[in-house]
């Protein structure tokens, strides 16, 4: 099994940045693909951004050049970069990550709140 801890969410105004971290234990020599999601009040959740183990990376149309998903294999840590933050990127973010096609896991997700 893999937990998983995200932090570094908070309130911002428009245009900050925040930096979100998502810390891995367990078995985390099995880790394949790693994402962050984001869940907004009323709306489902969202697939944010997403790195593969080969390096791929995948970014959703609303915040590409303005978020940055990065992991660090020897912290086990997953980051996202956010930057030029806007009000609709207001959410819950939650890390996830892929063990196998069948098995993955999810933090217990962090706020994010940018006012206008």
């Known amino acids: 099994q893999v937990q998983l801890v995200e932090s570094g969410g908070g309130l911002v105004q428009a245009g900050g940045s925040l930096r979100l971290s998502c810390a891995a234990s367990?078995?985390?020599?099995?880790?394949?693909?790693v994402g962050w999601y984001r869940q907004a009040p009323g709306k489902e959740r969202e697939l944010v951004a997403a790195i593969t183990s080969g390096g791929t990376i995948y970014y959703a149309d609303s915040v590409k050049g303005r978020f940055t998903i990065s992991r660090d294999n020897a912290k086990n840590t997953i980051y996202l970069q956010m930057n030029d933050l806007k009000p609709e990127d207001t959410a819950v973010y939650y890390c996830?990550?892929?063990?196998?096609?069948?098995?993955?896991?999810w933090g217990q997700g962090t706020q994010v709140t940018v006012s206008s």
């Open positions: 367990g078995d985390t020599r099995c880790i394949s693909t």
């Open positions: 996830n990550v892929w063990i196998t096609p069948h098995e993955s896991y």
